[in-house]
């Protein structure tokens, strides 16, 4: 079975319960229109068992049944890496200052790791639920390129992963955030100043 988890268990129980009524339902008064909806509802039960959609493998979706922090049985893994031509010490300086963390509007980010120009780590709650938790490694770039940044994320998405494909598709999910993160740090300490869209055209006709 393939590690590469992309449904939640919550997800998996849908589709087990789905998949079961669909081919009890066929099975009543078989024909051709039932036949169908019977071999889907054992995909269903199939994506169910394997724990994973193939049409969500190309959005980068994967679940973590282990996660680090004993509040939570599973999380969505959300991991992006950047090259900032910077020191390391001063690009570990800029993420040090809670307010710059990855998502950090969307909880209040507590440092639980800090290894100074190496790694930081941070778990963010809202009132006292925790939304996400994540960490930052610092590295030092070949031929003296500047720093090699990675970022992992892991939260529990509203909606499973079926929530967690809707938010990418319409460019709120935490992977485009993180992402938008990395390159406006990137901006800020490279250039003095954040990416922007004002003055582009919109693509509307």
Known sequence: MSRK?????????GYLAGGIALIVWALRRPTLRRAAAA???GWLL????????????PLGIRVNRQPADAEVAETLV????????????EVYAFWRRAENLPLAPDGDPEITRDAAGEELAWRATRGEKLVH????????????????????LEYVPAGGSLGAVLARVTGRSPH?????????????????ET???????SGRR
């Open 5 to 13: 988890l992309n449904l939640m268990r919550a997800d998996r129980l």
């Open 39 to 41: 071999g889907f509802g």
């Open 46 to 57: 199939y994506q169910a068992y394997t724990g994973s959609n193939p049409m969500f493998r």
């Open 78 to 89: 959300v991991e992006e890496a950047i090259t900032i031509s910077r020191p390391r010490a």
């Open 133 to 152: 938790f994540g960490s930052l490694t610092f590295r030092d770039a070949p031929g003296g390129r500047g720093t090699m940044v990675a970022a992992r």
């Open 176 to 192: 485009r955030m993180v992402a938008d993160n990395l390159r406006r740090a990137r901006a800020l300490l490279e250039a003095g």
């Open 195 to 201: 990416p922007t869209t004002q003055g582009q055209p």
